[in-house]
Nanobody, 121 residues
Framework: QVMLVESGGGLVQPGGSLRLSCAAS????????MGWYRQAPGKQRELVAS???????NYADSVKDRFTISRDNANNTVYLQMNSLKPEDTAVYYCNADIRSGRQRPYFYYWGQGTQVTVSS
């Protein structure tokens, strides 16, 4: 089984920073795109940032220039550096990855369990 485990969430004051980490484990042959989504209470889940295996990134307008997504392919890990955090960034953040477990296996999207990020004074 492929598992995604997030860490790094917590409580931070406005203007502060957090770094989220998501490590994929299990039988992994290749990981294509990886990304971070978030879902606030009463709102739909939205894409925060994504990164391809080649390093191409994409950001939601609301986080552009504040958040940075990166990945360590050798360790099957994706990171989200969050700076200048705002109360509206408060949400459960979910890691997502497009993974295949073998050359002859199809790609599937996997989700982490979610990590809470709360920005409040």
């Amino acid at each position: 089984q492929v598992m995604l485990v997030e860490s790094g969430g917590g409580l931070v004051q406005p203007g502060g920073s957090l770094r989220l980490s998501c490590a994929a484990s299990g039988i992994i042959f290749n990981i294509n795109v990886m990304g971070w989504y978030r879902q606030a209470p009463g709102k739909q889940r939205e894409l925060v940032a994504s990164i391809t295996s080649g390093g191409t990134t994409n950001y939601a307008d609301s986080v552009k220039d504040r958040f940075t997504i990166s990945r360590d392919n050798a360790n099957n890990t994706v990171y989200l550096q969050m700076n200048s955090l705002k109360p509206e960034d408060t949400a459960v953040y979910y890691c997502n990855a497009d993974i295949r477990s073998g050359r002859q296996r199809p790609y599937f999207y996997y989700w982490g369990q979610g990590t809470q990020v709360t920005v409040s004074s």
